[in-house]
């Protein structure tokens, strides 16, 4: 185990709704990147946040929006949920921003409907 | 466009025999290539890494062989074992270290 852990493991959201996904990351990390896996694709790179700001974003809308708490655990929000976001969502720490070590919490099964 | 493009998609090798898995990569700003594991229902998790500043990485049955002229890089599993089945991603990233770019995964099936 990683020490990374998300909430919830699986959810079910109607096309348009909005969804806020949770991640704790591990102790003593402070740097908290997000990731969208369509079924059979590699991860894809949403946004990374260091110290509670946002430090690099991929290319996703702007309905993708997170947080980071002083605590360094963080939320991921999407709003207007389509069908299309339906993923698993990763989240992986690491010890500072420009760590290369990252490790990876089990996921969050999205499903929209 | 960073890429990472990875090959075969699916690879079935028989329990003993070697697993390998290619990358290959556009950016030269990549400085950190890691491979990570992931079996189903299951976060990714970290299997080795390699600079490019080596051209070989070996750890227990797994080896990393990097080509920097050819920005390829390579996974080699000896003696798969049937609990090595599971879905493998190479990635990169650059000094930065904001974001891994991964590549499409391979699924490996190790046959008994």
């Known amino acids: 185990e990683t020490g990374v852990t998300q909430s919830p493991t699986h959810l079910i959201k109607t096309r348009g709704q909005q969804v806020t996904l949770r991640c704790s990351s591990q102790?003593?990390?402070?740097?908290v990147s997000w990731y969208q896996q369509a079924l059979g694709q590699g991860p894809q790179f949403i946004f990374q946040?260091?110290?509670?700001?946002?430090?690099g974003r991929g290319n996703f809308p702007p309905r993708f929006s997170g947080l980071q708490f002083p605590n360094y655990s963080s939320e991921l929000n999407v709003n207007a949920l389509e069908l299309d976001d339906s993923a698993l969502y990763l989240c992986?720490?690491?010890?500072?921003?420009?760590?290369?070590?990252?490790?990876f919490g089990q996921g969050t099964r999205l499903t929209v409907v | 466009q960073q890429q990472v493009k990875q090959s075969p998609q699916s690879l079935i090798v028989q329990k003993g025999g070697i697993s390998i898995i290619n990358c290959a990569y556009e950016?030269?700003?990549?400085?950190?290539f890691p491979w990570y594991q992931q079996f189903p229902g299951k976060g990714p998790a970290l299997l080795i890494a390699?600079?490019?500043?080596?051209s070989e990485k070996k750890e227990g049955r797994f080896t990393i062989s990097f080509n920097k002229s050819a920005k390829q890089f390579s996974l080699h599993i000896m003696d798969s074992q049937p609990g090595d089945s599971a879905t493998y991603f190479c990635?990169?990233?650059?000094?930065?270290?904001?974001?891994?770019?991964f590549g499409e995964g391979t699924q490996l099936t190790v046959n008994p």
């Open positions: 102790s003593g990390h402070n740097t």
């Open positions: 946040y260091y110290r509670e700001e946002e430090n």
């Open positions: 990635a990169a990233t650059s000094p930065s270290g904001s974001r891994l770019t």
């Open positions: 992986a720490s690491s010890l500072e921003s420009g760590w290369t070590e990252a490790f």
């Open positions: 950016n030269t700003a990549f400085d950190y």
């Open positions: 390699i600079r490019p500043d080596v």
